[in-house]
């Protein structure tokens, strides 16, 4: 768990590129702040691009419309990405009539015919969301993380998890009675786990963004930026740029500042561009709310009145029971 300052050093926030900016909100497309920036220049690209799910910041439009717009927004972050780079695609699925469309398996060969190397599918899985009626109800989305080569930065040592069993010893050979795990932790593995102790599973458990979160905003589908900072800390090393070409309300920018690296971000609209740069702001003046990367997740003892089974339900059928959680929100 790493500690931040009170007050952080205050960055001038540009609108546009420049090689010598720290922090750059680009008010308006990514396509006209792509063609600001030189070739070989990002570290590290990290976003969730929009779903074509038809919400307030979106219109939607056929599968194949989207993903070949998609494809030439791709094809310059390819060129502006850095041959030691990497680009992290965080995605969900898009669900239409009830059937279902993998986003990253969609994706997938755009970025391959551009001769980039899948290093991880990311398992980001979270406990909140809609529950299904006709189909296993959806509890996680992914992020495809690609290189642009196989010289690429990958700093294992900084995103380290604490181990189930740090005591354990070789039972055998040379190293005999030895401490067989490192004393930094696991590889945190490809499904995501921020606490150890986390259902006892493997999994990376990064809250979603809900209403009860700290850092909630108006945003609808706004990144937990510890998720970015896991990326940003084993991606990327101190001064490089972080580029979010659909920042929203900025995640992505405060994970790669938190760190000490540069912000880039393109956002089209405007509310959203407004509450980056507070956001932005707050965090520099320190009273930014925000999760910790490694807070463990709030389990409940079971005495919680919410974690009761309710009175009412003793005398009901088993038949009634399967009636209930029709499509609606935790
Ligand atoms: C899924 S949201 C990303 C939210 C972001 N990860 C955050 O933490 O706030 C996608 C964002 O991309 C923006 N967007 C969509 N098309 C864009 C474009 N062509 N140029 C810039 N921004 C765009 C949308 O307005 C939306 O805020």
Request: charged share 25%; glycine share 6%.
């Amino acid at each position: 768990m790493q500690n931040l300052p009170l007050f952080q050093e205050l960055k001038p926030i540009q609108e546009n590129f420049s090689p010598d900016a720290e922090v750059v909100v680009y008010p308006g497309d990514v396509n006209a702040l792509l063609s600001q920036i030189p070739d070989n220049t990002i570290k590290l690209i990290v976003t969730s691009p929009s779903y074509n799910l038809g919400k307030d910041y979106e219109n939607r439009v056929s599968m194949e419309k989207y993903l070949e717009t998609q494809a030439q927004v791709i094809s310059q972050l390819h060129r502006i990405l850095r041959r030691d780079g990497s680009l992290c695609w965080q995605v969900g699925n898009f669900v239409d009539d009830g059937e279902v469309y993998p986003l990253d398996i969609l994706y997938y060969n755009t970025f391959k015919k551009l001769g980039m190397r899948l290093r991880n599918r990311i398992i980001w899985r979270f406990g909140h969301g809609l529950h299904a009626s006709k189909r296993f109800s959806g509890r996680y989305e992914t992020i495809l993380w690609f290189t642009k080569s196989d010289q690429y930065t990958f700093n294992l040592d900084s995103v380290r998890v604490p181990a189930k069993y740090p005591g354990k010893r070789h039972f055998k050979g040379p190293n005999k009675g030895k401490p067989s795990g490192n004393p930094l932790g696991k590889n945190p593995s490809d499904i995501w786990e921020i606490v150890a102790k986390d259902w006892e599973e493997e999994w990376w458990d990064i809250p979603n963004v809900k209403s009860n979160h700290p850092e909630k905003t108006c945003h609808p589908c706004q990144f937990p930026i510890e998720l970015v900072e896991r990326c940003v800390l084993a991606l990327t090393n101190e001064g490089d740029w972080v580029f979010d070409p659909y920042a929203g309300v900025g995640s992505s920018l405060l994970a790669a500042l938190m760190h000490n690296r540069r912000a880039l971000g393109s956002e089209k609209e405007g509310e959203y561009v407004k509450i980056a740069r507070e956001r932005l702001n707050t965090y520099f003046s320190g009273e930014l709310r925000h999760r910790i990367i490694g807070t463990p997740v709030f389990e409940p003892t079971g005495k919680e009145k919410v974690s009761q089974r309710p009175e009412e339900w003793d005398n009901l059928p088993q038949a009634r029971l399967l009636e209930k959680d029709e499509e609606a929100y935790e």
